[in-house]
């Protein structure tokens, strides 16, 4: 695939520290390729002390909008013009656009985590109690999406109490409050039995990693009828959570399909476009994986 660059080419990118690892730049410009627009998709790695050189200086040359990945996605808030009340409801952003000389911030990371919960489950999740693995800044996005979603009860796990209490206080503000409950992980085996969707939002599991999953076999043997098991990464694919989770007949998915969503949602953004080639995107980064190239979730 050859991006032609010409003297119009307008630019978008991705920030992160390191950023080297990142899958974002495939997938974008596969669908710049596939769409015949005048843009190119760049990796720009910036250290945290050059976030506001950066980002003056993204101005100063144009540029039409970027993704933001770790360590930037809460350190850019105070940055920008503007953050879209789900971004600050997440407390991250993780997509800018430049619009009438400013800079605008969102989060597609929810949008993301939804829509292959939606594509796979066109269910009443009214009743559904989510069990969360992880209280990082994924499980963040996940707890809006499932907030968005109607879930009845929202459970997070963690190993460190401090930092859950913590966690747990950051939402006291939010209307989804009341729905939403932490636990050490020690309490995990109480919740299994209740998780209707249960999502990793840990990197275990992750390559190299690759035998080690949040749960035991017997641990996931405990779900319920029908529960879906959910793993944010995708790499291995399956995961060891998930191979267990497909034998025990749950419904399962992986973390590609959230990070080809959330890109598309960005570039439908940046574009002003509706539809983006989202098969294309998806094929991008499934080739690279298929290709044995062994990298890090971005
Ligand atoms: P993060 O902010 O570092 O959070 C990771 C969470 O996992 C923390 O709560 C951490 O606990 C916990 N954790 C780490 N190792 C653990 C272990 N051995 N046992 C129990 N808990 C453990 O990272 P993040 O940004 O949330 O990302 C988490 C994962 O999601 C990564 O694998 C990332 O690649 C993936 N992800 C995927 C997508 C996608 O589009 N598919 C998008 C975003 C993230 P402590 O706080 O106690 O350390």
């Known amino acids: 695939m050859i991006t032609r660059i010409t003297g119009t080419t307008k630019l978008l990118g991705v920030i992160g520290y390191p950023v080297e690892h990142s899958l974002s ?23 945290p002390h050059n976030l506001q050189v950066a980002i003056d200086g993204f101005a100063a040359i144009g540029v039409v909008g970027f ?9 850019i808030i105070p940055l920008i013009s503007e953050v879209s009340s789900l971004a600050q409801a997440v407390g ?26 939606l594509s796979i489950c066109n269910q009443d999740w009214s ?15 996940v707890i809006a999406g499932c907030a968005q979603l109607g879930c009845a009860q ?15 206080e950051s939402w006291s503000n939010s209307a989804l ?22 999502v990793n939002t840990t990197p275990i599991g992750m390559y190299p990693h690759i035998n080690e999953a949040p749960l035991t076999s ?38 590609l399909e959230m990070l080809v969503q959330q890109g598309a949602a960005a570039l439908k953004i940046w574009l002003e476009r ?19 190239v062994k990298t890090h979730n971005f």
Request: aromatic share 8%; net charge neutral.
């Open 25 to 47: 730049p495939r997938m974008h410009n596969a669908a710049i390729a596939e769409m015949g627009v005048d843009y190119v998709y760049l990796p720009f790695p910036i250290a």
């Open 67 to 75: 993704s933001v990945t770790i360590p930037h996605k809460q350190a």
């Open 92 to 117: 991250a952003v993780n997509t800018v656009v430049r619009k009438d000389d400013k800079w605008i911030g969102t989060n597609t990371d929810v949008e993301g985590f939804i829509a292959p919960l």
């Open 127 to 141: 009743q559904t109690t989510a069990v969360i693995l992880g209280n990082g800044g994924a499980a963040r996005a």
């Open 154 to 168: 929202i459970h997070v796990i963690g190993r460190n109490l401090n930092k859950l209490v913590a966690f747990h």
């Open 177 to 198: 409050f009341s729905h939403l409950h932490v636990h050490h992980w020690d309490k995990l085996p109480k919740y299994i039995p209740q998780a209707n969707l249960l």
């Open 218 to 255: 017997e641990e996931v043997k405990e779900l319920p009828s029908g529960a879906i098991a959910y793993d944010l990464t995708y790499n291995p694919n399956p995961t060891k959570f998930l191979k267990l989770a497909q034998q025990s007949q749950a419904v399962t998915i992986n973390g």
């Open 274 to 292: 509706d539809i983006v080639p989202v098969d294309i995107m998806r094929q991008a980064l499934i080739e690279h994986l298929e290709l044995g």
